[in-house]
Nanobody, 121 residues
Framework: QVQLVESGGGSVQPGGSLSLSCAAS????????MGWYRQAPGKQRELVAT???????NYADSVKGRFTISRDNAKKTVYLQMNSLKPEDTAVYYC???????????????WGRGTQVTVSS
């Protein structure tokens, strides 16, 4: 059973920083793209940032220059460093990964359960 488990998040004042991490576990043959998405109350889930297995990154315009995505392939972990946080960054943040599962022998998209990030004074 492949699982993605997020950690980090919490509450911070505007201008502050938070760090998220997400570790994949289970019988995994390979991990391809990994990413972070977020969903604010009453809004659709949106892409925050993605990173390929080779380290190429893509960011939403709203977070460019403030957020940094990275990954450690050996640890099967993706990170999101969030700086200069704004109230509009408040959302539940979800980890996503495209994984080739040994058990199912298929490539599928997996999601974490989400972690709350609240930016408020």
């Amino acid at each position: 059973q492949v699982q993605l488990v997020e950690s980090g998040g919490g509450s911070v004042q505007p201008g502050g920083s938070l760090s998220l991490s997400c570790a994949a576990s289970g019988r995994i043959f390979s991990i391809y793209n990994m990413g972070w998405y977020r969903q604010a109350p009453g809004k659709q889930r949106e892409l925050v940032a993605t990173i390929t297995s080779g380290g190429s990154t893509n960011y939403a315009d709203s977070v460019k220059g403030r957020f940094t995505i990275s990954r450690d392939n050996a640890k099967k972990t993706v990170y999101l460093q969030m700086n200069s946080l704004k109230p509009e960054d408040t959302a539940v943040y979800y980890c996503q990964a495209r994984i080739w599962s040994m058990s199912a022998n298929v490539i599928s998209d997996y999601w974490g359960r989400g972690t709350q990030v609240t930016v408020s004074s």
